[in-house]
């Protein structure tokens, strides 16, 4: 983005944006260092001070507000005319921000993120990785990948991949100990190692049989927040895990860990890939789509 020529008008914006100086350099892909001397020096040719800085925060002064209100909706338009230029390049060329879950990143990684940057050497693809639902928009990514029961009402999605399903498992060492459950309801007798959500409420394990909804709330000594370490514990015989099928078939096609209530666990809606209604989508995330709808014809 810095490359534009507008890094000044880029910069003041982000800052703007973000409330802090840090956050708007890793959004802008330079040092924090950069950013506050690009913006001095913005403010030192203006005459005038932009944002009001304390050691805790900042915000914009009056002027600030102003020149805010004014530029921010022609560096769009500037932006735009300069998106319709590049859409005419044979290649297209760039930086695609992209925000996805981590399990949705390692299913992606090998088959779309990697073949799209071989085909496309010009563009630089940021891949951004949390567990929490954010605002695409807000937060400056051009797209989003998460499930598609979760992607906003008002975004356009392009689903990609198979249903999901999730896997009850455990180690054989923790089988050879407890005796496997034949229902949902059985699982109450057992160890769980229970999940946190970003959100910092307790996952409730989910389960669906010819019509039958259970949700459970698992009892477990141990609790953790990211999915590899659950995974992790679940080999060492830990307790049971409730898992994506995608990230647990290699244990259990290994025999590192078996699966159990299998019939219990339907498939769900599955990935995709979201981004915001635009009249002109930008010719690096058009790409992008395209290549998403190819994988899915083979």
């Known amino acids: 983005m810095h490359k534009s020529g507008l890094i000044e008008l ?3 914006i982000a800052v703007a944006r973000r409330g802090s100086f840090r956050a708007a350099a890793v959004e802008l892909g330079m040092s924090p ?9 913005l403010e030192t040719r203006l005459g005038v001070r932009l944002f009001n800085r304390t050691t805790r925060s900042v915000s914009l002064s009056a002027a600030g507000e102003q ?14 005319a300069m998106e ?11 930086i695609l921000r992209i925000n996805s879950s981590v399990g949705a990143a390692r299913q992606i990684l090998t088959p779309i993120v990697l073949e799209y940057l071989k085909r496309y050497p010009d563009m630089r693809l940021d891949l951004v990785t949390e567990a929490r639902m954010i605002d695409i928009v ?55 190692i229970r999940a946190r959500l970003p ?26 927040d990211e999915p590899t370490l659950i995974l992790e514990a679940a080999r060492e015989g830990a307790g049971l895990a409730y898992l994506s099928e995608w990230s647990t078939a290699a244990d259990i096609a290994a025999g ?4 159990i209530l299998e019939d219990w ?5 599955g990935l995709c890939l979201y981004y915001p209604s635009r009249r002109l989508l930008p010719a690096g995330l058009r790409a992008l789509v395209d290549l998403i709808h190819e994988v899915g014809r083979r």
């Not at 959100?199 to 953790?224: C, H, I, M, N």
């Open 199 to 224: 959100s910092g409420a307790l996952y409730r394990w989910e389960f669906e049989k010819q019509g039958e909804v259970l949700t459970l709330d698992v009892p477990g000594s141990l609790t953790l």
């Open 265 to 269: 666990t339907p498939a769900l809606p």
């Open 33 to 41: 260092t950069a950013l506050s001397h690009a913006v001095a020096g």
């Open 84 to 94: 319709a230029a590049n859409s005419h390049r044979d290649t297209p060329a760039g």
């Open 256 to 259: 590192r860990l078996v699966r």
């Open 138 to 192: 807000a937060d400056s990514f051009d797209a989003g990948i998460r499930t598609m029961d979760t992607v906003p009402k008002d975004m356009i999605a392009v689903p990609f991949g198979p249903p999901l399903r999730y896997a009850v498992v455990g180690s054989p060492a923790y089988f050879e100990a407890h005796p496997k459950p034949g229902k949902p309801q059985d699982l109450m007798q057992h160890c769980c």
């Open 67 to 80: 020149f805010v209100a004014t530029v921010a909706p022609a560096l769009s338009d500037i932006h735009g």
């Open 10 to 12: 880029e910069a003041i």
